[in-house]
């Protein structure tokens, strides 16, 4: 489930941010300890091996260490190179949440343009909003794990969204490609039938009807082709070798040697290693969100909430086809209709906001 926070910094105040670092659930906590239980672990080898060693072989543990230690300097290794990635993936996230086909524009269209309140008309209206729901769970299924383990085989959607007659159709018609589009075809159709019958009045309707099922239609294949390419794989790579081998040099570069031996920045041997910690926090950190967010439709606590979002599709837009059309309340005149100048009342907890000027411009009172 998306995990969200937005009441608790509604308001600016201190240390806001400070209470989200004790969360767990989506927190960068569970993402990485994994990760940081084996570095420390292997660092911790490494460290109780040295004193272990004979004096000449901590000699020789000691030059290598020196020599590892001079690779971890970000010079060396463009570790922060991660944080071009990570930038680059969360626009890609962003831009998939921004595709992602939501039925509202069509559903108003097809609720004030599709007439008829008999039995046919309803069926009409109600036809067209499921084909347009079908389409987007046909594509969600393609892409996203929890819609596929939801609709494992056509058979499931069958029971949900599809006739059998609509499923013989759909498998008759041959195609090496993903088939997402054909319930947006049957809608198409269906439209022009409609507009032939006169339930849709005139071709400004019919287009606009096209229009919005185009835009409808232009989200679902964006979001088929963010999961067909991805960020380039050796993009990917590079940064996953930059951070490891980052942090594989410190593993033995970073160990504390013996202060009495005079080496440069060794001389006090603290046995945690504090700031490589946080180094490894930071940096693996990044690498891990970038993994996160690379692919937000598949299982994790931050992915998109692709089921709960086809409930809601599918059922605000029957609502508003069927029990909507042409559901109004009676019109009466509004409470100020006698006077021209009039305010909106507050509440008491609010009253302080209606004393401020209207803002007029920067340079309004210059």
């Known amino acids: 489930m998306t995990v969200s926070y937005s009441l608790e910094v509604a308001n600016a105040r201190f240390a806001g941010f400070s209470r989200l670092l004790f969360r767990w659930k989506g927190s960068i906590y569970r993402l990485l300890y994994k990760e940081l239980l084996v570095f420390c672990s292997v660092y911790l080898f490494f460290s109780l091996f040295y004193f272990l060693l004979t ?48 039925p509202d524009n069509l559903m108003m269209v097809v609720s004030g343009n599709v007439h008829g309140t008999d039995e046919k008309g309803r ?6 909003m499921r084909y347009a729901n079908l389409s987007s769970v046909l594509i969600l299924r393609s892409i996203s794990t929890r819609v596929h383990k939801r609709f494992p085989t056509l058979d499931h959607i069958v029971e949900a969204f599809m006739t059998l007659e609509e499923l013989k159709k759909f498998e008759s018609l041959h195609s090496d490609f993903n088939k997402y589009w054909m319930p947006l075809t049957w809608f198409s159709n269906l439209a022009s039938r409609a507009r032939e019958e006169g339930r849709v009045r005139d071709d400004i309707a019919l287009r606009l009807l096209m229009d919005e099922l185009n835009n409808y239609r232009a989200k679902c294949s964006l979001l088929f082709h963010y999961d067909w390419i991805s ?39 603290l046995y945690v290693p504090v700031f490589t910690l946080l180094q490894f926090f930071f940096y693996t950190g990044w690498l891990k969100v970038g993994e996160l967010i690379i692919n937000p439709f598949g299982e994790d606590d931050d992915d998109f909430e692709t089921n709960q979002l086809i409930d809601r599709n599918f059922q605000v837009s029957m609502l508003a086809v069927d029990d909507m059309y042409q559901n109004l309340a009676p019109m009466v ?18 009253a302080a906001e209606s004393l401020r000027p209207a803002f007029k411009g920067s340079t309004y009172d210059m």
């Open 55 to 102: 004096r000449r072989q901590q000699d020789l543990f000691e030059r290598i260490a020196l020599y590892c230690d001079q690779f971890t300097n970000t010079n060396y290794i463009p570790v922060l190179f991660v944080l071009f990635y990570v930038t680059l993936a969360f626009n890609r996230w962003w831009g998939q949440y921004t595709s992602f086909p939501l």
């Open 123 to 128: 069926l009409l209206r109600r036809t067209l």
């Open 231 to 269: 960020i380039p794989l050796v993009y990917t790579q590079v940064v996953t070798i930059a951070v490891y081998s980052f942090f594989g040099f410190c593993v033995i570069g970073r160990q504390f040697l013996n202060p009495e031996k005079g080496y440069k920045d060794h001389r006090l041997d």
């Open 333 to 350: 005149k509004d409470k100020h209709w006698m006077q021209r100048h009039f305010s909106i009342p507050y509440t008491l907890s609010t």
